[in-house]
């Protein structure tokens, strides 16, 4: 197979339409006309339910080529689960998860010549996407669903090393207790996308959001779930119902505990807390972990000891080992490594 012309060192994080997507809409109760299609093209009605109440939901993964040249990708049934908790809650139709790990798998397959060769840092994004596209004009769940994946080459997170980000605690919420938090549906991000552009503005990388009903505990950013270490090197994980369960993030606390030895502790964690913390990272499929070197509250600025300039000690070693682990070069648990070809 020729590998596509593309520069992998330098490629970025955006939409390049590949050969092939997954397509399957769903109608009268089943889905039907599943396979591969090669129209980037979307055709929809005006009244579509997607356009006035937001049914819509997406997923996001990789696959990547080892060092021994296969091509795998990272516990695609994860995804799988959690778009079919995402689909309840908003009265849409489940994709079953044999058949989303399939379609990724075909998907991935036919479009091997995009998946960035090993060594370049570069992987190939893996975006599988759900609305509501049959005609809806009174409010009910749409009466037909389209079905897709579709994938495209991007870069690696950090060019140029790895550097600590600078978080603002945020004025707004993300997601109410009760709400839908819990779930990646595309309207927890359409509200997110003002306080984001206004911290980008002010010159911070994201927004920690607090839990909404006492602004006292942490929740998580616009797209990635936040963990600490704290003084005794125990790895401190915020919990509550409205935290997207991130699959980097579950999987951190599995290496934290089973490669690393870490005591990890899944409770509450108010933002005062933090100044007593040593580091603080992001976690999520774009950059597996990101360390945050500042925190900027009303109260002040928290400072991590692990500072501006590099990745604190354990968050170090829970990145090496997540990302040895998916490229293949650290021993994977059970089932963690899907291979494609
Ligand atoms: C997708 C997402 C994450 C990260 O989840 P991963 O499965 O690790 O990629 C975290 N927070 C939010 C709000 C998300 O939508």
């Known amino acids: 197979m020729q590998k596509k012309n593309l520069d992998w060192e330098h490629l970025g994080f955006g939409y390049t339409p590949t050969d092939y997507r997954w397509q399957a809409e769903f109608e009268d109760g089943a889905w039907v006309r599943e396979g591969l299609v090669t129209d980037p093209q979307l055709h929809l009605t005006e009244a579509a339910c997607v356009f006035h109440y937001s049914q819509s939901c997406f997923e996001g993964l990789k696959a990547y080529t080892t060092k021994d040249g296969h091509i795998v990708t ?33 998907t991935v397959r036919a479009n091997a010549a995009w998946v960035p060769p090993f060594g370049t840092g570069a992987s190939l994004y893996i975006r599988p996407v759900m609305i509501g ?144 913390f040593k580091e603080a990272a992001l976690c999520g499929t774009a950059a597996v972990l990101a360390p945050v070197g500042e925190i900027h509250t009303k109260a002040g600025v928290i400072a991590l000891p692990s500072g501006m300039e590099k990745i604190g000690e354990i968050s170090a070693k829970l990145r090496e080992t997540l990302t040895g682990i998916q490229a293949c070069e650290i021993e994977a648990p059970e089932g963690w490594i899907r291979k494609i070809c």
């Open 74 to 106: 990272f516990r695609p049934d994860m995804n799988a689960e959690r778009m079919i908790n995402t689909c309840r809650r908003l009265e849409m139709p489940e994709y079953p998860k044999e058949k989303f790990v399939n379609a990724v798998i075909e």
């Open 133 to 276: 596209s049959g005609p809806q004009i009174g409010v009910a769940p749409a009466p037909s669903y389209t079905f897709r994946i579709f994938v495209m080459p991007v870069g690696s997170y950090f060019k140029g090393g790895i550097k600590p980000l600078k978080l603002r605690v945020s004025d707004y919420d993300r997601a109410a207790p009760h709400g839908t938090g819990h779930i990646k549906a595309g309207l927890n991000y359409a509200m997110s996308l003002y306080p984001t552009m206004e911290a980008h503005r002010e010159g911070f990388a994201e927004n920690l959001y607090l839990d909404p009903a006492t602004r006292t505990y942490v929740e998580e950013t616009g797209g990635a779930n936040v963990i600490f270490v704290d003084k005794d090197n125990n790895l401190i994980v915020p919990k509550s119902d409205s935290i997207l369960p991130s699959i980097t993030r579950r999987s951190l606390i599995y290496v934290g505990e089973h490669y690393l030895g870490l005591k990890v502790i899944e409770r509450r964690v108010a933002l005062e807390e933090i100044r007593d």
